[in-house]
């Protein structure tokens, strides 16, 4: 099969793919672990054999704290066995090891089903043959030399010390290369993801005690190396301001508690999306199946097609083809091709995340996607997507928006954050936070959280920026589930209009 899905590279032969992982048996495998299900009884039956690499960097100062290189191999057989899900892992990459682990799994799925309470269907979705897909990036960051990457990090941290304003720099780059083999015997794909996080953090101390930070706004991306030398992101160019901003937080006013219109910069807003929609709109979630680490979700299903999530300017999706996004894939852990849809249209909750389970349950028909392992030894669960807020077409800029403000608070950057189990309540802070008096900025502010309920904050949002405004934002680690696994997660967003949110001051509460 040739051709494009989503955004990667889609071709015949996995060329570019790590060439110890190809090198591997891996048909082999997959044929005698799939053989062995079948020949078992299993109805169902997929199988996964990954490498992980990944590799953690960190600076203090300029100097070298932590090191750290991690490789993690294995392969897994997923089976269902009259309705009951059966699961099993190895770390020798042998047939006799795949064809063991089928046996394990559906033993597992015949113990598990006296136990079982509602039979597993999978939905159906269309058989691609041999695939490969690669993501987008240009440089591997695993052929970069550490001490390359050290230097890089150490001359970002050099140039924050040698201001007055900064006391230390923290910096540091997580770095993840992700290599994955899927069979169910009618798709058969092969795929690579990279992605790397770099960050620097200053920190000012003043001789009365005084202290605060600041760190780099640049989000994790599904690139390469590149993504730190200038494509993609001008590192350079901020840092250059962040010991500056960072002198002015340090000597601004505490902000007056209450209501304020808000400009919300892409590089805070993403975090709002993750947490308050990205979660509630996880299938499994709001069906309560699943609580581990973020709760269940207010967004229930009789509410589809008819809760007012937000104002009439909210569109959001959930896609697994976005370019750069962390959750971007070729197809998921469970074959189904990488695919975008609504989740919010003109304000209305319109759909939701679905494996193919989640989705032949309640009888959507197909999965978009959404399944993910994080290593050979776990069973994949429903995850997250690429859940974006989408820009207006010839939509404002940020300065357009803050003109539209006579008076408020232009917030930038992600920090701390506080929601309920029902992704309902809400709180969030920032990295930076501006005055806006009269259309302009006005200064910067300390000690501001803003506060709502979910469907409160996003019916107040008046205006999205244009596609000029728009930024993907993520994270690496997004947990779920028991026993625990983290994936990686990319939320788009343009800046955004709220109007009459309220506003809390952090020290205030601190000291109350």
């Given at each position: 099969?040739?051709g494009?899905i989503?955004?990667?590279?889609?071709?015949?032969?996995?060329?570019?793919i790590?060439?110890?992982?190809?090198?591997?048996?891996?048909?082999?495998?997959?044929?005698?672990a799939?053989?062995?299900?079948k020949?078992?009884?299993?109805g169902?039956?997929?199988?996964?054999?990954e490498r992980?690499?990944?590799?953690?960097?960190g600076l203090?100062?300029?100097?070298?704290?932590?090191?750290?290189?991690?490789d993690?191999?294995?392969?897994?057989?997923r089976?269902?066995?009259?309705?009951?899900w059966g699961?099993?892992?190895?770390?020798?990459l042998?047939a006799?090891?795949?064809?063991?682990?089928?046996?394990?799994?559906v033993?597992v799925?015949?113990v598990a089903?006296?136990?079982?309470?509602?039979?597993?269907?999978?939905?159906?979705?269309?058989?691609?043959?041999?695939?490969?897909?690669?993501?987008a990036?240009?440089?591997?960051?695993f052929?970069?030399?550490?001490?390359?990457?050290?230097?890089?990090l150490?001359?970002?941290?050099?140039?924050?010390?040698?201001?007055?304003?900064?006391?230390?720099?923290?910096?540091?780059?997580l770095?993840?290369?992700?290599?994955?083999?899927?069979s169910?015997?009618?798709?058969?794909?092969?795929?690579?993801?990279?992605?790397?996080?770099?960050?620097?953090?200053?920190?000012a101390?003043?001789?009365?005690?005084r202290?605060?930070d600041?760190r780099?706004l640049?989000?994790?991306?599904?690139?390469?190396?590149?993504y730190?030398t200038?494509t993609?992101?001008d590192?350079?160019a901020?840092?250059a301001?962040?010991?500056?901003?960072?002198?002015?937080?340090?000597?601004?006013p505490?902000?007056?508690a209450?209501p304020y219109?808000?400009?919300?910069?892409p590089?805070?807003?993403?975090?709002?999306i993750?947490?308050?929609?990205g979660h509630?709109?996880?299938?499994d979630?709001a069906?309560g199946?699943?609580?581990?680490?973020?709760?269940?979700?207010?967004?229930?299903m009789?509410?589809l097609?008819?809760?007012?999530?937000?104002?009439?300017?909210?569109?959001?999706?959930?896609d697994?083809?976005?370019?750069?996004?962390?959750?971007?894939?070729?197809?998921?852990d469970?074959?189904?091709?990488?695919?975008?849809?609504n989740?919010?249209?003109?304000?209305?909750?319109?759909?939701?995340q679905?494996?193919?389970?989640?989705?032949?349950?309640?009888?959507?028909?197909r999965?978009?996607?959404c399944?993910f392992a994080?290593?050979p030894?776990?069973?994949?669960?429903?995850?997250?997507?690429?859940?974006?807020?989408?820009?207006?077409?010839?939509?404002?800029?940020t300065?357009e928006?803050?003109?539209?403000?006579?008076?408020?608070?232009?917030?930038?950057?992600?920090?701390?954050?506080?929601?309920?189990?029902?992704r309902?309540?809400?709180?969030?802070?920032?990295?930076?936070?501006?005055r806006i008096?009269?259309?302009?900025?006005?200064g910067?502010l300390?000690?501001?959280?803003?506060?709502?309920?979910t469907?409160d904050?996003?019916?107040s949002?008046?205006?999205?920026g244009g596609?000029?405004?728009?930024?993907?934002?993520g994270?690496?680690?997004?947990?779920?589930g028991?026993?625990?696994?983290v994936?990686?997660?990319?939320?788009?967003?343009p800046?955004?209009?709220?109007?009459?949110?309220?506003?809390?001051?952090?020290?205030?509460?601190g000291?109350?």
């Amino acid at each position: 099969m040739t051709g494009e899905i989503g955004f990667g590279v889609v071709e015949d032969s996995p060329a570019r793919i790590d060439p110890e992982f190809t090198a591997l048996p891996l048909r082999e495998l997959a044929d005698a672990a799939l053989g062995q299900a079948k020949a078992l009884g299993a109805g169902h039956a997929d199988f996964r054999a990954e490498r992980i690499r990944g590799q953690r960097i960190g600076l203090s100062d300029a100097k070298l704290q932590t090191l750290s290189d991690a490789d993690d191999s294995g392969l897994a057989v997923r089976v269902v066995v009259d309705g009951t899900w059966g699961f099993a892992s190895a770390v020798d990459l042998t047939a006799q090891a795949a064809a063991e682990a089928a046996r394990v799994a559906v033993e597992v799925a015949k113990v598990a089903a006296a136990m079982n309470t509602e039979r597993i269907e999978l939905a159906p979705e269309p058989a691609y043959g041999d695939v490969a897909w690669i993501s987008a990036y240009d440089i591997d960051p695993f052929e970069i030399s550490t001490k390359e990457k050290v230097d890089r990090l150490a001359e970002w941290s050099a140039g924050l010390l040698a201001h007055d304003a900064v006391t230390h720099a923290d910096a540091s780059l997580l770095a993840v290369k992700e290599c994955k083999f899927y069979s169910d015997g009618s798709t058969t794909a092969t795929q690579q993801r990279v992605r790397v996080h770099p960050q620097v953090t200053a920190v000012a101390v003043t001789p009365d005690g005084r202290f605060d930070d600041m760190r780099t706004l640049a989000p994790p991306a599904g690139r390469g190396w590149e993504y730190l030398t200038g494509t993609g992101w001008d590192f350079p160019a901020e840092l250059a301001e962040l010991p500056e901003l960072l002198a002015a937080k340090l000597a601004a006013p505490t902000v007056k508690a209450g209501p304020y219109d808000l400009v919300i910069d892409p590089s805070n807003l993403w975090l709002t999306i993750h947490e308050s929609i990205g979660h509630a709109t996880e299938l499994d979630r709001a069906l309560g199946y699943e609580a581990a680490y973020a709760g269940t979700s207010f967004a229930t299903m009789d509410k589809l097609g008819s809760l007012r999530y937000g104002s009439p300017v909210m569109h959001v999706t959930g896609d697994r083809t976005a370019a750069g996004g962390l959750a971007t894939v070729g197809y998921d852990d469970e074959g189904v091709a990488g695919q975008s849809w609504n989740l919010i249209s003109g304000g209305v909750l319109t759909g939701y995340q679905l494996d193919r389970r989640m989705a032949q349950l309640k009888g959507f028909g197909r999965s978009n996607g959404c399944a993910f392992a994080d290593s050979p030894g776990h069973m994949p669960l429903q995850r997250m997507a690429n859940v974006s807020l989408q820009p207006s077409s010839g939509g404002l800029s940020t300065s357009e928006l803050i003109a539209g403000v006579d008076e408020g608070i232009y917030i930038v950057g992600d920090k701390s954050w506080s929601i309920d189990m029902q992704r309902y309540n809400f709180q969030f802070t920032g990295q930076r936070f501006f005055r806006i008096s009269r259309g302009r900025l006005a200064g910067q502010l300390k000690d501001v959280a803003y506060q709502a309920t979910t469907t409160d904050f996003w019916n107040s949002m008046e205006a999205v920026g244009g596609p000029q405004t728009y930024l993907l934002g993520g994270a690496f680690n997004c947990g779920k589930g028991q026993p625990g696994q983290v994936a990686p997660v990319s939320h788009g967003c343009p800046a955004a209009l709220f109007r009459g949110v309220r506003i809390l001051n952090t020290a205030e509460e601190g000291a109350a």
